[in-house]
C-alpha cells in the first residue's frame, strides 16, 4: 500500500505562482503512475496532470496545459504540481493519487490511493 501526504495550497491571487507537493510513502514501486485531481465546490473531480513513474511521460488536462508543470521521481518519493498564472476558475481542493499501470492516465477508477487534499484558492 501506498499514502500519499500533499502540502503547498494556499490563498493567492489571480497570476500567482504555487507549487503543490505529494510525498509518498510505503511501498512506492508498486505504483507506476501519479495524478493530480482537483474538486471545486459543486462541482465533479477532474483530472489535472499525470506522470510515469517508469517512463518520465507527463500529461496535462487542456485547461491547465502551458500553466501548469507536473514533476517527479520515485527515488525522492515526490511529485510536484508547479502551477503558474493562476486563475479563480482553479480553486479547488487538489489531491494526488497513485495508480499502478492505468490505460490512460484520465481513468481515475485506476487510482487505489489519496491523498487528503491540499486546498487552493485564487482570488480575482
Known amino acids: 500500500q501506498v499514502r500519499l501526504v500533499e502540502s503547498g495550497g494556499g490563498l493567492v491571487q489571480t497570476g500567482d505562482s504555487l507549487r503543490l507537493s505529494c510525498v509518498a510513502s510505503g511501498r512506492t514501486f508498486t505504483r507506476n503512475v501519479v495524478a493530480w485531481f482537483r474538486r471545486a465546490p459543486g462541482k465533479e473531480r477532474e483530472y489535472v496532470a499525470g506522470?510515469?513513474?517508469?517512463?518520465?511521460?507527463?500529461d496535462y488536462a487542456d485547461s491547465v496545459k502551458g500553466r501548469f508543470t507536473i514533476s517527479g521521481t520515485n527515488a525522492n518519493k515526490t511529485v510536484y504540481l508547479q502551477m503558474d498564472s493562476l486563475k479563480p476558475e482553479d480553486t479547488a481542493t487538489y489531491y494526488c493519487a497513485a495508480a499502478l499501470r492505468p490505460p490512460v492516465f484520465t481513468w481515475i477508477k485506476a487510482y487505489t490511493e489519496w491523498g487528503q487534499g491540499t486546498q487552493v484558492t485564487v482570488s480575482s
Open positions: 506522470i510515469s513513474w517508469t517512463s518520465g511521460n507527463t
